[in-house]
């Protein structure tokens, strides 16, 4: 008698602990469930804030104004060798904006950043070595990008002065978009997106060399 | 007797033993402790878990509630104060004629064949409306301000707005009833200050909807455009001669065909019909 009384208090008790061990571990999964993101569940599209994201809308951006830049001087320049650059420049940029903006299409993405600040997307690294609240933010003016002043100046200005100037404009903001690139190239998480990075640090690098090579031929250099 | 007490006495410390190991297999209290450690444990790494989510998806629901999208596709139907119409597009006049529009300042209806650029570009004189109007048809969100009211400080707010920010241009506009008014293609919202809210939740709902606006891809530069002289606002009232709302030319570029476009609607002013043709 007093055997089967101690058989049902263990078993009870083994049920109770058990139970709660399951129950624990439901709560641990279900917790688990919830910080992470399994990697395809919502269709493989990149969050707001990740780095595909960001590139593509700031790429985007950034692009445009070489194509703003590159439409101005196939329509002033009087230089064959000035107007085939801008050509090849204003058509690729423009084809490449295209692709980043069917992208942010499919992932239900604004085309530019919402808030008019960019690079945040950048930051990564640099946040984590400052700690915490200013992680967010960016910068007004991307790296390389033309002031509304300096685009001003360029419209202004004709023939070989014209020339030298949007070299000078165009050299820069290739040299200031190729750290986006690069990061791009290495950080972003879809193959696409990191491909066309890499694509763009690498035919801008050897389009800056060459831009240096007209320059030098006009007697002038890149902007101090 | 005695023995009878004693058997009994003998029971009762039997079933007090009893109950006393009894009692002592079932309260482990060792056992206990760790299972609500345990459950305490979880419980709380779920609810941390759960708190920290059910914020960031509020937070992201409040950012995501102006952005576009299959299921929202006209976000600023949220913002108070936004009024909307529907216009046909790619009617267009010529640098000599005037539209008689409907709205000051309107957002919709026939336009200049030329766009004004739209660039993230500060006008700081008023432009000819016919080619501002044609820019909201390429997705450009348009901040117009009265300049008697709006200067300053209020001012600034409004140009970090538009200065540089693609697809979006601020100018002056003469008379404008109140001190500030946001355009995008058959949309308007009317506000007071330059601080106010639903100029940001306007401007995130509506540039570059691909939902809104009518001609998706299209550019805001504009080569035949002059950014730095651009064609002056008129500020008087546009006389007979001006095309009518359902007026303007279809231009086909690709043929170069231009077709005149008989109105739809029944004309409701005008006994003479004005003539919709470019008189070149």
Known sequence: MSDVGQQRGVTATRAVVVTVAVVAVLLLGAAVGLLIRLPGSDGGAPAKDSVDVGFSQDMAAHHLQGVTMANLARDKSADTAIRQLAFDIESTQQEQVGRMKGWLSLWGMPEQSPDGTHMAWMEESSSHAHGSAEATGGVDLMPGMATSAELSKLRSLSGTEFDVYFLQLMLRHHQGGAPMAQYGATHASLAVVRTLADNMLKSQTSESEYMKQLLTARGAGPLP | ?280
């Open chain 2, 1 to 280: 007797m005695t023995s009878g007490k004693k058997t009994k006495a003998a029971r009762s410390s039997v079933a007090a033993a009893r109950s006393s190991v009894v009692t002592k297999k079932s309260k482990p209290w060792g056992t206990i402790i760790a299972v609500v450690a345990v459950l305490a444990l979880a419980g709380s790494v779920f609810g941390y878990a759960y708190s920290k989510i059910s914020e960031k998806n509020a937070k992201e629901a409040a950012l995501a509630q102006w952005v576009p999208s299959d299921t929202n596709k006209d976000p600023s139907d949220k913002i108070q104060g936004v009024v909307k119409k529907e216009y046909p597009a790619g009617k267009h006049v010529q640098p000599t004629q005037r539209v008689a529009y409907d709205l000051t300042p309107p957002y919709g209806g026939p336009h200049d064949s030329t766009w004004a650029s739209c660039m993230g570009v500060v006008y700081t004189k008023a432009v000819r409306t016919e080619n501002m109007v044609h820019s909201l048809e390429h997705g450009a969100v348009w901040i117009a301000y009265n300049p008697d009211q709006v200067s300053g400080e209020a001012l600034d707010k409004l140009k970090s707005r538009a200065d540089g920010q693609q697809f979006t241009m601020l100018s002056p506009y003469p008379g404008l009833d109140k001190p500030i008014s946001l355009q995008s293609w058959g949309h308007q919202l009317k506000v007071d200050s330059a601080d106010d809210e639903r100029i940001d939740q306007f401007v995130k709902s509506l540039r570059r909807n691909q939902y809104t606006y009518p001609e998706v891809g299209a550019s805001c530069d504009s080569s035949t455009f002059d950014v730095d002289n651009p064609p002056a606002f008129v500020a008087e009232k546009p006389g007979t001669d001006a095309v009518p709302m359902d007026g303007g030319v279809v231009d086909n570029q690709e043929t170069g065909n231009t077709a005149s476009v008989n109105p739809s609607a029944p004309a409701t002013t005008g006994s003479a019909a004005p003539s919709t043709q470019p008189s070149s």
